[in-house]
């Protein structure tokens, strides 16, 4: 008669506090809420907008109370370590290869702070003008 | 031996490291439990020597398996403080002088001790068509083998170099959470088939890499890539099937076959 019996181990809603990997991958993937919510506030912006010049006013004027402030600059905080970590993974995704080597990892994470950059001036240029 | 030198022999041996590992007897035990064991301490002794050590010396009824001693076999996988580890790839220095928790391979159930039961894994790796599928009527075998160039070689390389260890299952929460995903080594080995100039049966294995139990169950933790002791980098070889699945679906919006 066999005696097996395996054991099958219980994986806890707090997985991802035990590895700070995981950790770490929870907030990558939880900035997406924070995120989220900026996109709502934005279109809401844009719904005001809509509704005339005193609606639009009225949002604006309600983006520089402190509590929004504090939560723009989390949001920043957030969607720039979104940004990083996600630039960092990015050659895991790219499959080019040059005179049949494959193209090093560092050009590619490179190549996408370069556009970042160059997106990040060009819309700051659209927003002075 | 001279009298000089026991001294220093004296004193490497003197030195104790705690080896904790989680047990469990099927025939006797309804869930596992922690065992501390005292192993004496060497700089050098990886923590499947200290397992032998323990073994010999210490308890005999403690499981673990093992055979090459130097990374090739995939036997020895387990966790060690929480990380998926070869034992014989990991050494007792980088711990010293705390204590080392040996747990057997997470998201797989324990068999006894440090040893799991591997089936789902095997079953896995044999789904997908682990073999090269040539184009049908291609080539007469009097015809000769099948030529490569370093350059189409290099495009698969790396994902054949799989030890089937598990650890980079033991390392997948997707998988920990859901069995029912094909998991990082299998569809590592998928993409070094389909990679592979030779093979011609890509399309057979892209219904299993289009299914949500395929690549879509990834969400690319990473952390199988990291703990791979060979460098393989299933995370990379899945997010490149992703393209792949991705295009299938375009292609097949426009024809359909």
Redesign the interface.
Known sequence: MS???????E?NND??L??A??SK?MIR?GSSILITVYSLILAWGVFRLSQGEEAFNAWLSALQHPISIIFHLLVLLIALYHTITWFS?A???V?L?IK???LDAKFIVAGHYISFIIVTIFCLVLIML | MSAQTMPTQQAVSDKVIEVEILR?R??QDE??FPQLFEVPYSPDMSILEALQYIKDHLDSTVSFRWSCRMAICGSCGLMVN??PKLGCKAFLRDYYPQKIKLEAL??F???RDLVV?MGDFIKKLEEIKPYIIPATDDKCLSEGTYKQ???QM??YKQYSMCINCGLCYAAC?QY??DSKFTGPAALALLARYNRDSRDAGSAERMKIVNQEEGVWSC?????C??VCPKGV?P??AI??L??ESSKDYLIGMFKPD
């Open positions: 005696k097996r019996k395996p054991y099958q181990r994986m997985w991802w035990k590895n990997f995981y991958y993937e993974l050659p895991k995704a499959d290869y049949g080597k494959p | 469990y099927p025939e869930k596992p929480n990380v997470a998201n159930p324990i068999e039961d160039t370093p350059e290099e495009k929460p920990g959470l969400t690319f933790v990473g952390y890539s990291v980098d995370a990379a997010q490149l992703k393209v």
